[in-house]
């Protein structure tokens, strides 16, 4: 049976901040660092056949912190910007409670959470779907097929979207999903790729 352990990086500097991110390279925060650390105890059972990350240091930091703490830091690694975050263009770097202010609470939670509206500038979470989507299907789908054990860092959007496929979420179902950080989810499938369970760690 295959395995799939899907991982968002540790708490950041700026969700510490409580700021948008997006493809902004922050690091993770001292209790990220912490999070990741104990993503790896939760996953000490799992021999990964590899892993794949986005090209955003919190995600690299958080998948390096778990391989060393399962003792399996020399598995083969895919990076790739397909996993990145989503790009908030005009929202990066802002505070979400002061733009809550400025546009309304109504309209920061549409830009954040809807399926297909655009923040200023940036990505929609079918932008984001449409870059993650293939690359999954592409180089990490076809390991699973063959029964590995796969582990993915990447970003609360991206893997929003992959879960959004994985578990055939509704657009108002992916609304109201959050992924929080450092928590493990893993999804297991037969050897068609039909998912079998799922559960948090």
């Not at 929202?91 to 109504?106: H, R, S, V, W």
């Not at 993915?152 to 929080?180: D, K, T």
């Amino acid at each position: 049976m295959a395995r799939l352990v899907l991982l968002r990086h540790g708490e950041s500097q700026w969700n510490l901040e409580n700021r948008f991110t997006g493809w902004v390279d922050v690091p993770l925060s001292p209790r990220g660092i912490e999070e990741a650390k104990n993503a790896g105890i939760k996953l000490r059972n799992f021999i990964f056949d590899r892993a794949f990350t986005s090209v955003l240091q919190r995600a690299n930091e958080t998948l390096r912190l778990v391989l060393d703490a399962v003792g399996q830091p020399n598995i083969p690694i895919d990076k790739d910007k397909a996993l990145n975050e989503r790009m908030y263009g005009d929202l990066q770097g802002l505070n979400k409670d002061e733009t809550a202010k400025k546009y309304g609470d109504a309209q920061v939670k549409i830009w954040r959470r809807s399926y297909d509206v655009r923040p200023p500038g940036g990505e929609s979470l079918k932008d984001t779907a449409e870059r993650t989507l293939p690359y999954y299907e592409q180089a990490i789908k076809p390991y699973l097929l063959k029964g590995e054990t796969i582990l993915v860092a990447a970003h609360g959007n991206s893997l929003r979207a992959l879960v959004m496929e994985l578990e055939q979420l509704s657009r108002e179902q992916v609304l109201e999903l959050n992924i929080p950080t450092g928590a493990p989810l893993l999804y297991e499938m037969d050897k068609t790729g039909k998912i079998v369970e799922h559960r948090y760690l």
